[in-house]
């Protein structure tokens, strides 16, 4: 198991969030304009990766910058490209959400694109934690906790879940139509089957 930290150019996660974080990772990734909030963190990744636009550099980097300058690929894609060179198992993202909303949803897209590469990916901010999980999902969270599911590819068939307060039997939620959010988990384990498409969690802290 060797868990990377990815720290993007969205919005700041608090510092407190994002020390706790690194506390926990083997190796850290600035995606680009990440590097700038990790300085602003007194924090040093091991590498920054991106077509450094966004990165103000000061010549004197105790770590390596990797420039890449393709633009069919995005800063995320190019921090997780790398992190799999690493050998990461366990990805937390940092700063992928918030600021500009096509930017979020692009990398919702990327957290699909890399989904099979590793054994997880999350990605973390102050209000909670997001994830595409596999049918059968299983985990224990706290009684009261506010969790939601969404479509991502569109339209997610044969739903049943277990554990939470509005339960789902053989359902479909489609984007447009109908939606998960804002249920509430009643009891352990909660358990979330599907049958078809691509199924986004979000667990608010």
């Given amino acids: 198991m060797k868990e990377i930290l990815i720290l993007c150019n969205g919005r700041p996660p608090a510092e407190a969030l994002f020390h706790k974080v690194r506390a926990k990772a083997d190796y850290f990734i600035a995606a680009d304009g990440g590097g700038n909030i990790a300085r602003n963190f007194n924090a040093t990744p091991d590498v920054i990766v991106g077509d450094m636009d966004s990165y103000e550099a000061s010549g004197k980097e105790p770590f390596e910058i990797i420039l890449q300058e393709n633009q069919d690929t995005n800063d995320l894609e190019k921090a997780l490209f790398h992190a799999h060179k690493q050998g990461g198992t366990h990805i937390r993202v940092l700063g992928a959400t918030g600021l500009r909303l096509d930017q979020t949803l692009k990398n919702l897209s990327v957290l699909k ?6 054994e997880s990916i999350i990605f973390k901010d102050d209000f909670g934690e997001i994830q595409l999980i596999d049918s059968p999902f299983k985990a ?21 879940t ?3 307060k509005f339960p789902l039997r ?7 139509v109908r939606d998960g ?16 498409g691509d199924l986004l969690l979000f667990v608010a802290d």
């Fill in 162 to 164: 277990q554990g939470l």
């Fill in 170 to 176: 053989e359902e479909k939620l489609q984007n447009g």
């Fill in 181 to 196: 959010t804002s249920n509430e988990v009643v009891e352990n384990p909660v358990t979330i089957t599907y049958k078809t």
């Fill in 113 to 118: 694109q890399f989904h099979e590469d590793f």
């Fill in 140 to 160: 224990s969270f706290s009684i009261g906790s506010t969790l939601s599911i969404f479509p991502l590819s569109g339209i997610v068939s044969g739903i049943v």
